[in-house]
Structures are given as C-alpha cells and as structure tokens.
C-alpha cells in the first residue's frame, strides 16, 4: 500500500499528465484550424491547380503548393484519386503531383518547430527532427522522379497490382483524431466567422498559430517534468535498435489517425525537449509516410483501375524511397546531416532562415514556377 506521505507526489504526477492531455488535444486542435484557415484561404485554389497540368515538372509542384495550402497530403492525393476515377486527369500527369505532395505535407512539422523560436537549444534539436522528413522526401523525389520519366516503372507496376483489386469491396475508417477535434474547431471557427466575417480564413489561421504556440510551450514544459527519463528509455529500448520497429510504429500510428502531419508533428516537441532524438525519429517519418496512404487506398478500393492506380502509385513511391534509402547507412545518414545542418544555422540566425526556408520550399519557390510555366 502507497504511504500517505507519498500520495502528493502521486496526485502532482496525475495533475501533470491530465495537463499534458489537456494542451496535446489544444495542439492538435491549433493543427486542424491552421490547415483549415489555409484551406479557406485558398478558396478550391489547391483543386484548380491539380487539374490544371500537363506538365510533369509543373505537377510536381503543384503538388508542393496544393498540399502546402490545405496541409494534408492525403486531401491532395484524395482529390488527385476522385480526378484521375473520373477521367479529368490522367495517370501520368497525376504521379508528379502525388510525389509533390509528399514534400508538401511536411510544411506541419516543420512550422511546428517555430514554437521552440525563443529557446535556441531547444529550437535546433526541433527544427532538425521536422526538416529530417523534407530532406528524406526531397531526396526520394530527386531519385525517383526522373526515372519515372524515363522509365513509367511506378505507373506500369500499379497497373499491374489494380486490374488484381478492381472491384473489391470498399472499406471506410474514420480518423479518431479528427472524431474528436472536429467538434472543438466546428465551434471555433463558427464563432470567428460570426466575428471577423470576410476576414475568416485569416482570423481561423492566425487563432491556429497562436494556439499552437501556447501550446507547445506548455507541453515541452510538462515533458520536461513527467517521467522524462523514463520515456527516453522506452523510446531507445523500442526504436533506439531497430529502425524497422520506427518504421512500422510510424506507419501504424499514420494509418489509424489518417494524418502523417499530425505523427510527425507530435515528435517535434518531443525532440525539443530532449525526450527523442534525431536517430529515433527518422524511421517513424518514413513509416509516416506509407501510412498516410491507407486514407487514398481504402477511398479507391470501391472505384475503376485508373483511381485504384494512382494510390497504389503513392504506396509504390514511399516504399520505393524506404527501399533505397534507410538500408544503406550512408545514404540514410544524408537526410539526418542536411537536417542537422541547417537546424544548427536556423537556430544561429534566430529562425530567420527557418522562416525562409518555409516560405521559400514550399510556397513561394513552387508559386513563382508555377506562376513562370503560364507566362511562357
């Protein structure tokens, strides 16, 4: 039986792990009104762009900016599955925009990490566990694009695969995370149109930011205090000597929430607090990532070839890009040392390059070249 004098430690204990509960739900609450608020922003922006490509390049960024804005991959590779089912799209202009959108949907994780801006060792180890995921995307893309052009190795092999699942049953799962923050962002956004009126979407997205500082800040802080150590030898003793068992933790975790934005973005401020480190994260982003294609799959599976194709092409791609990058030591090491890399500037220039690497990877860089493609 626990002695008296041990039970203030004990209620000190619940106290702290009902208020990391509290702010992790106000966390994933800010999320979900950010990519709204964008969303709104963008006006249908993002579906207007999909269908509006005939070049590869272009549709590669295309699928930057479009996730960028509605940040969710899984909404541009949806809407990319619903184009292609329905003969507005075809095949081969739909595979650039669904590896572009695998760059986009990093854009979460990586704003995330401005949360940590003030504190700058903790602002380096976040930033480097964010960015580790664009880099390992950047590099997939950088490989496998160009030999998709050459090649159609990806397109062919999902062709392959769909005329095997044409036809079979439909499957539908509802993401718990949105089941219980949607209600919460429902009520706020509701209020803010009331009001700010036509000035909603900047209102909702801006309520998102300062909701996700807060509570970023309060979480690294409780972190900090709640059995620190002993996470940190959970997470070495799970993941810290088997990349594999990362890669399926992140994947299953992606595939029940349906949001690889939301699983990488909850390893941010854990990295921030020194709870998880650089090594450890890496395989649960790439598991991330075939996870998030579950969502695109099961939406497919009740549709024709063409549909079922290009979602099996997103699982192809991500496969593919674990295939030929974490085996190898070298290789893998290459996206951990760009991010390192630049996290260690970031947080030298006081997130003033955070900030433009944001800004200019995935919005304005895809913008103007989206922008220059129409001119000539």
């Known amino acids: 039986m626990v002695q008296s004098r041990h039970w203030p430690a004990y209620i000190k204990n619940i106290q702290q792990a009902l208020s990391l509960g509290v702010f992790l739900y106000l966390f994933l609450v800010s999320i979900k009104l950010l990519g709204t608020g964008f969303e709104m922003f963008g006006g249908g922006f993002a579906e207007r762009l999909i269908s509006s490509t005939s070049n590869p390049f272009v549709g590669l960024f295309i699928g930057i900016l479009a996730t960028s804005l509605v940040q969710s991959s899984s909404t541009t590779t949806c809407t990319v599955v619903g184009f292609v089912a329905a003969g507005i799209l075809s095949l081969e ?68 695969i769909s005329t095997l699942l044409v036809g079979t049953e439909s499957v539908t799962f509802a993401s718990p995370v949105k089941k219980i923050v949607t209600p919460a962002v429902a009520q706020i956004v509701s209020l803010i149109s009331r009001l700010a009126g036509e000035h909603t979407a900047v209102v909702v997205a801006i309520t998102g930011i300062v909701l996700l500082l807060l509570s970023l800040y309060f979480i690294v802080a409780q972190a900090k205090s709640l059995a620190l150590k002993r996470v940190e030898v959970v997470l070495d003793r799970l993941m810290g000597k088997s990349g594999a068992i990362g890669i399926l933790v992140g994947c299953g975790v992606t595939a029940i929430i349906q949001s690889s ?4 973005s909850l390893l941010v401020p854990l990295a921030g607090a020194g709870i998880v480190r650089l090594e450890q994260i890496f395989p649960i982003a790439l598991g991330a990532n075939m996870g998030t294609t579950v969502t695109a799959l099961l939406a497919s599976l009740a549709g024709d070839a063409r549909g079922l194709t290009i979602a099996i092409v997103h699982l192809l791609f991500n496969i593919c890009g674990i295939l030929l990058v974490y085996p190898f030591r070298p290789i893998r090491r290459i996206p951990i040392f760009l991010a390192t890399r ?25 913008a103007l070249l989206i922008l220059l493609s129409n001119l000539f």
């Open 261 to 264: 934005s939301v699983t990488t």
């Open 342 to 366: 630049l996290a260690n500037f970031a947080a030298r220039a006081k997130g003033y390059t955070a900030l433009l690497y944001i800004i200019g990877l995935f919005f304005a860089l895809p």
């Open 93 to 160: 202009n739909a595979v650039p925009i669904v590896m572009g959108a695998n760059i986009g949907t990093t854009v979460t994780s990586t704003i995330v990490s401005m949360g940590h801006i003030t504190r700058p060792e903790e602002f380096r180890r976040a930033m480097g566990a964010a960015t580790v995921h664009d880099f390992f995307n950047v590099l997939t893309v950088i490989v496998l694009f160009p030999l998709e052009l050459a090649t159609g190795f990806l397109r062919h092999s999902a062709q392959a």
